[in-house]
């Protein structure tokens, strides 16, 4: 089993930051890629960001490039979301979620889920 814990959510304004952090419990977590998705409301849970087992590889979800970036620090157990330039859109539940081998864009393919923290972006 491995528990994930998110934090870091809050109100910002457009064009504000925010950083994330997915904190880890159980099983060796550096063994297991890490997601980030996010949820808002009346709409499907979609694929913002994920990492490597070692961070060695990162993807995307296009709408997010350039503004987002995943990190992760094995020794602390943590995978962190950085987000620049937020933008309305943003605003929803973000969770971290974990699965063995490479990483996937795809919901169904994580084991492990984050309760979810929430992300409002005002304009």
């Known amino acids: 089993q491995v528990q994930l814990v998110e934090s870091g959510g809050g109100l910002v304004q457009t064009g504000g930051s925010l950083r994330l952090s997915c904190a880890a419990s159980?099983?060796?977590?550096?063994?297991?890629?890490v997601g980030w998705f996010r949820q808002a409301p009346g709409k499907e849970r979609e694929f913002v960001t994920a990492?490597?087992?070692?961070?060695?590889?990162?993807y995307y979800a296009d709408s997010v490039k350039g503004r987002f970036t995943i990190s992760r620090d094995n020794a602390k157990i943590t995978v962190n979301l950085q987000m620049n330039n937020l933008k309305a859109e943003d605003t929803a539940v973000y969770y971290c979620?974990?699965?063995?081998?490479?990483?996937?864009?795809?919901?169904?393919?994580?084991?492990?889920w984050g309760q979810g923290t929430q992300v409002t972006v005002s304009s």
């Open positions: 159980g099983r060796t977590f550096s063994n297991y890629a």
């Open positions: 979620a974990a699965k063995r081998g490479m990483i996937a864009a795809c919901v169904s393919m994580y084991d492990y």
């Open positions: 990492i490597s087992w070692n961070g060695g590889g990162t």
